[in-house]
């Protein structure tokens, strides 16, 4: 089974559907008194049930609107799926949404663990993989837990040019999740690893294919 990593601070992010651009729009923490929420500054526009930009929003429980982004207990495939995500039956609410993504149908939100200053050890799904070729993608299930895999800028890439490509021995795997660029670009001056955490099968979907583990050194 996985390691479980300790994010306490993840990063809320918002789609454009138009371009796909993203905006990270705040941050969800816990700690021993339970959940906070608060907007970056210059977000114009809030989330439902928290609409006040200027306030600091805390809760003993998971707020609903990210509490609806974590597979109920009550599911027959609970289990299953956070093996997927290389978590264990008991893992938290918070636990899961550092990983998932806490994708929703109804909006275009996408949560990922907030690397803070100092040393990193976050876990995140590779984006991407359904752009890959069939050819591409072949080469995920030949991965293993623990490889070590590489990360290559693409500043040529015509859809983001801050772009960061998932790489092993020369063969595409996916991109980095865009609203974790800012963070891992400073990173990768200063020299990290990138891991295998967790490859599922084709019949998962694109977004659960494969979990990797990011280590290193972010400068303040």
Do not use: W
Not at 53 to 63: H, I, M, Q
């Amino acid at each position: 089974m996985s390691t479980l990593t300790r994010t306490q601070r993840l990063l809320v992010a918002r789609r454009n559907p138009e371009n796909s651009a993203y905006e990270t729009i705040g941050e969800l923490s816990r700690d021993e008194h339970g959940y906070t929420f608060t907007y970056r500054p210059g977000v114009r526009r809030g989330l439902p049930g928290m609409e006040e930009l200027s306030e600091t929003y805390r809760s003993d429980e998971l707020f609903p609107l990210f509490e609806h982004r974590v597979i109920s207990p009550r599911r027959a495939d609970h289990d299953e799926y956070l093996h997927g995500l290389g978590l264990p039956p008991s893992a938290t609410p918070f636990e899961v949404l550092a990983r998932s993504g806490g994708r929703s149908a109804v909006d275009t939100l996408e949560i990922t663990p907030m690397p803070e200053v100092g040393p990193v050890d976050i876990c995140f799904l590779v984006h991407g993989i359904r752009h890959l070729s069939e050819h591409e993608r072949l080469h995920i299930d030949q991965l293993r837990v623990g490889q070590l895999l590489d990360l290559r800028a693409e500043p040529e890439n015509e859809f983001d040019a801050r772009a960061v490509l998932v790489t092993f021995d020369g063969h595409r795997l996916g991109y980095v999740p865009r609203p974790l660029l800012e963070y891992v670009h400073p990173m990768m001056e200063g020299g990290v690893t990138l891991s295998v955490e967790k490859v599922n099968s084709a019949s998962a979907g694109f977004h659960m294919r494969l979990l990797v583990r990011l280590q290193g050194l972010l400068p303040g």
